[in-house]
């Protein structure tokens, strides 16, 4: 790897000579750890050029810097960082100092969120990983996401590649959204009741945005997606939380005065719950009867392998009252970022406007590669793999379980990737989740689920999306042992 030469600049209050002050640009690059061994440094004339000093100044700082043993000279292939060079401190550099400035007033408002889901950057590397939402390169379609990926850069597709779309999207992509993915889901939606948006939670963002203020209640369930619950606080719109039961969302708990609803009837977030119909339609009544509206996360309903999922909420609404949240990063893989919404026209239209100002429209080569991917059914492929392989893993799970005693709290009646269980009282899963860890187990603790200030600390979400089913005994065990002698 080369390192660039916009990289450097002299320090213009620095004292010596040139060829000093370039000796020590380039030592300092080192021991802070940007110049790494093997790294290519700019030869002498581009380095010269770009300082606007002589190429001898630059040609003896380097050669003082191989004495050194900071860099190594290969010939004609210029210099680069000597693999024997001294290792940046241990300790964290001190880049900047907040100088005379008072963050803690001068943060008009603050983002960082309480309790947080914790998931590893090395997740993949533990042998028993019950963590939500990650892709199974044992599963994924890389050689067919690669040939879309690489037909969506041909000369055929140059515009959808290097288009500004403004507040647009592919046309492709919408397109078979609402021909053939929309329809499965029993809805039936125009071009311009379509938006395309960087997953899932931004489709809340922006549905939060448009639809609230500080003077209009939402209602949200209780556990719930997290960063749900940060979208809404930072919002500054009234909140009220409404516990769930075995079947999700409960209509005759929702407070009065509610302007918009977050619900998740498929797959209750985290409880996998199931809305049953009954139930949907009288949540549909209250929302016509009390004038609110209700926003719709249907994640995961592909993955209904125990039998056929339930009605969407949405293709229920004879009224225009849902707005419906799809997700393809749940199914694909999650560093995808690429989701949807679907409401009424108005609605959509002040939604592309929003996002226009913030991010304009998600990358075409994206959108234009799944609009590849679904139409050649690569997708469809896909999903029938992995709901093949979660219920063979639903069932090695439950038999696990229930051989050790843990206690279900909920599971989804359709499928889904997760259950939710609940551990004895007074476990703290936190601190189980930490223990386990050194056992190469990865759990995810319940506590952030809840918007309670002091929330339960006996739930836990294990997920199977990512584990073989041969893993899963034994990482059952190791949880139910861990419980045993916390």
Not at 64 to 78: I, T
Not at 203 to 231: F, G, K
Not at 455 to 471: D, F, V
């Amino acid at each position: 790897m080369s390192i660039s030469v916009e990289t450097f600049f002299l320090d213009p209050s620095a004292e010596g000579t040139l060829q000093a002050r370039i000796q020590q640009m380039v030592a300092q690059g080192i021991l802070a750890g940007r110049f790494r061994p093997g790294e290519r440094l700019p030869s002498s004339r581009k380095m010269a050029a770009h300082l606007g000093v002589s190429r001898i100044t630059v040609t003896l700082a380097y050669t003082e810097l191989v004495a050194d043993d900071y860099l190594s000279s290969r010939g004609r292939s210029g210099y680069f960082v000597s693999e024997n060079a001294p290792e940046p401190p241990a300790f964290p550099a001190q880049r900047f100092n907040t100088g005379t400035v008072d963050w803690s007033r001068a943060i008009g408002q603050r983002f960082t969120p309480g309790l947080i889901l914790d998931k590893p950057a090395d997740w993949a590397n533990y042998r028993y990983q019950f963590i939500y939402g990650q892709a199974d390169k044992t599963l994924f379609d890389s050689a067919n996401w690669r040939l879309c990926a690489l037909r969506a850069l041909g000369m055929r597709d140059f515009n959808a590649l290097t288009s500004d779309y403004f507040d647009g999207d592919d046309p492709q992509l919408v397109d078979f959204i609402a021909r053939q993915t929309l329809p499965r889901r029993g809805i039936l939606a125009n071009t311009d009741e379509i938006l395309v948006t960087m997953g899932a939670q931004n489709a809340l963002w922006l549905s939060a945005q448009v639809l609230l203020n500080s003077r209009r209640r939402a209602a949200i369930e209780d556990p719930c997606y997290p960063a749900l619950r940060t979208i809404l606080t930072q919002s500054r719109c009234q909140l009220s939380v409404v516990p769930v039961d075995g079947d999700g969302l409960a209509p005759e708990a929702l407070p009065e005065s509610t302007d918009v609803v977050f619900t998740t009837p498929s797959h209750q977030c985290p409880t996998a719950a199931t809305m049953p119909l009954a139930r949907r339609k009288a949540l549909l009544d209250k929302a016509e009867a009390e004038d609110f509206v209700i926003v719709e996360d249907d994640y995961e309903f592909e993955m209904s392998f125990l039998k056929s999922p339930s009605p969407s909420l949405k293709s229920l609404d004879q009224n225009g009252r849902v707005i419906y949240v799809g997700s393809f990063s749940k199914s694909l893989f999650p560093g995808l970022r690429l989701g949807y919404l679907v409401g009424p026209a108005p609605f959509i239209r002040e939604a592309r406007a929003l996002r226009a100002t913030v991010l304009r429209h998600p990358p075409g080569h994206i959108q234009r590669t799944v609009s590849y991917y679904l139409s050649l059914g690569h997708y469809d492929a896909l999903v029938r793999r992995m709901a093949k392989a979660y219920h063979e893993r639903r069932q090695v799970m439950d038999t696990a379980l229930t051989a050790h005693g843990l206690t279900i709290a909920g599971q989804g009646t359709y499928g889904g990737s997760s259950v939710w269980l609940r551990a004895p009282d007074g476990t703290d899963t936190t601190a189980l989740a930490a223990r386990l860890r050194a056992d190469s187990v990865l759990v995810e603790p319940g506590a952030p689920f809840f918007a309670d200030e002091n929330p339960p600390t006996e739930y836990l979400r294990l997920a199977y999306s990512s584990i073989p089913s041969a893993r899963i005994p034994e990482g059952i065990r190791l949880i139910a042992d861990a419980i045993r002698n916390r």
